[in-house]
């Protein structure tokens, strides 16, 4: 028998951060709004897929048939290594259709993108009308990484929480609905991971000796995403803080977040801008000739 | 009872363009080298997913690790309208990581396009190392629809088929494996699929008045792929001329010709480029230290 649905986009949007947010307290093991059996999480996250994949359709469609001022769509992820940010593309964006996914991948900037100023790179990327966009990290490793390793001064990095609120401001004006992901682990958590990447030879491309560096900074990137949240998490472009250390549960709260913001924009099917009858008369009438010739040549 | 597996990557070859092809002897309503049920079909579909998500995988590793050549597959998608090639992008590349899949679709060429020759912004969208690159349309439009509708002196086509020759022999050369698809379907399936977005408010925006006029040219078109695929199918870069009237036949052949370029490059994991043992010590020391410091903060 299939379970009922007991998650909603209401649960999932409960991760928000909102003013008096203190990451500390936010256990990465927990799975807010949800005790269910791992049966039941994965029967709620295909549960939707339908209703995702239609709504994504009609919003691509939207794109397509030249309508103005089509929305778009804008999920920013970032967290830890080994937080799950790969697995979250490949899992909810995977039942989407490719076709209507801008996918991004922010690494350590080239030179170039050095020479321009930080969001540069990052409007380069921003996804097309009608589009699902998707940042694997983003501009907040100018306020993350940069702060804990003293990478541009401090004045500067605080100037960027003010930037990166008006960027995303005029984003949310211009028709975007942005959607922040911190998935949020524990080093506990980071530790079972790394340790997978080391005992298993399929995995040792993911490791870096690099990532047990960054590990020892763990408190100063606590604070740097508590400093980040705090500040840029606006009513226009709020973050949510997914508990992570249960992969399953955090993919399904993106996938719910995604859910919200499709059902949000209360798309129409675009309008025929032609006569379905008429072209139908049209449609039988090049099939009658086209027969008749095909026919002939035989 | 799970059915018996019975599609292989040596029947979807069988597609394949060789001297003497002739385009008028293909039933796009055929399916060679499968009779069996439709449920069998789609088990034949999904049978080999993990098979080519590993493979993928390992692809995608070889570039991340930054080992030197890595390959790259290139699946060049053609075909009349409604001929199903989103479907194909979306089951078949629905099935793969899209973090290693780099997809272009090639419309109307812009006015920026136009001011370069018609391989310049092919060249500009190729596939990452490590990367599966998927081409909706491509520098063959520049050889169909040109000969159909007269859009460049017949000179110039006859000259492009050989300067496709010799860019895609550069492209294997330099470690690109070359996957060219035709879609080939009858008029028939294409007026069912168009009536099919004429009578669905949900598909009205598929449809352009123009694709009735388009159809009108059918013969033309025939012809113009019969030109193209005989003169381009070469050895290192083949065309698969795929009956697409039967849509799941059509996307299992595409998974398999896929399947069977990842298989033949024989891929190895990436070896690690540190020492596991050393670095398992680190990651425990690294916990030990941790824990540590977050028990005193509390």
């Given amino acids: 028998m299939v379970p009922m649905a007991n998650f909603s986009v209401e649960d999932a949007r409960a991760t928000q951060v909102t003013p008096g947010f203190?990451?500390?307290?936010?256990d990465p093991a927990a799975t807010p709004n949800f005790s269910d059996s791992k049966k039941k999480l994965l029967h709620e996250f295909t549960e939707i897929d339908d209703?995702?994949?239609?709504?994504?359709?009609?919003?691509?469609?939207?794109?397509?048939?030249g309508l103005p001022h089509t929305p778009r769509?804008?999920?920013?992820?970032?967290?830890?290594?080994?937080?799950?940010?790969?697995?979250?593309?490949?899992h909810v964006m995977g039942?989407?259709?490719?076709?209507?996914?801008?996918?991004?991948?922010?690494?350590?900037?080239?030179?170039?993108?050095?020479?321009?100023?930080?969001?540069?790179?990052?409007?380069?990327?921003?996804?097309?009308?009608g589009r699902i966009g998707v940042?694997?990290?983003?501009?907040?490793?100018?306020?993350?990484?940069?702060?804990?390793?003293?990478?541009?001064?401090l004045p500067v990095i605080e100037q960027r929480y003010g930037q990166i609120v008006e960027f995303e401001q005029e984003l949310v004006d211009s028709g975007t609905t942005i959607i922040k992901v911190m998935l949020h682990i524990s080093p506990e958590f980071q530790?079972?991971?790394?340790?997978?990447?080391?005992?298993?030879?399929?995995?040792?491309?993911?490791?870096?000796?690099?990532?047990?560096?960054?590990?020892?900074h763990w408190e100063e990137y606590q604070q740097?995403?508590?400093?980040?949240?705090?500040?840029?998490?606006?009513?226009?472009?709020?973050?949510?803080?997914?508990?992570?250390?249960?992969?399953?549960?955090?993919?399904?709260?993106?996938?719910?977040?995604?859910?919200?913001?499709?059902?949000?924009?209360?798309?129409?099917?675009?309008?025929?801008?032609?006569?379905?009858?008429?072209e139908l008369a049209r449609l039988e009438a090049s099939q009658q000739q086209l027969q008749q010739r095909l026919t002939q040549q035989q």
Same sequence: chains 1, 2.
């Fill in 73 to 90: 769509i804008l999920l920013v992820l970032q967290g830890m290594d080994t937080s799950g940010k790969g697995g979250v593309i490949r």
């Fill in 22 to 26: 203190q990451l500390a307290d936010i």
């Fill in 191 to 216: 530790a079972e991971n790394l340790r997978e990447r080391l005992e298993r030879k399929d995995k040792y491309w993911k490791y870096n000796p690099g990532d047990i560096d960054e590990r020892l």
């Fill in 224 to 278: 740097a995403y508590q400093i980040a949240l705090e500040r840029t998490s606006t009513a226009s472009a709020p973050w949510y803080c997914v508990p992570s250390d249960n992969k399953p549960y955090a993919r399904m709260v993106v996938k719910y977040l995604l859910l919200g913001a499709l059902r949000d924009l209360q798309l129409q099917w675009p309008p025929a801008d032609f006569d379905p009858a008429v």
């Fill in 51 to 65: 209703e995702l994949t239609d709504l994504q359709e009609m919003l691509y469609a939207n794109a397509r048939a």
């Fill in 135 to 153: 940042f694997d990290r983003s501009h907040y490793e100018d306020v993350l990484v940069h702060r804990v390793h003293g990478l541009s001064p």
């Fill in 95 to 129: 039942t989407l259709d490719p076709q209507g996914v801008d996918l991004a991948a922010f690494g350590v900037p080239t030179e170039q993108e050095r020479q321009h100023d930080f969001l540069w790179r990052i409007k380069k990327a921003l996804p097309r009308a």
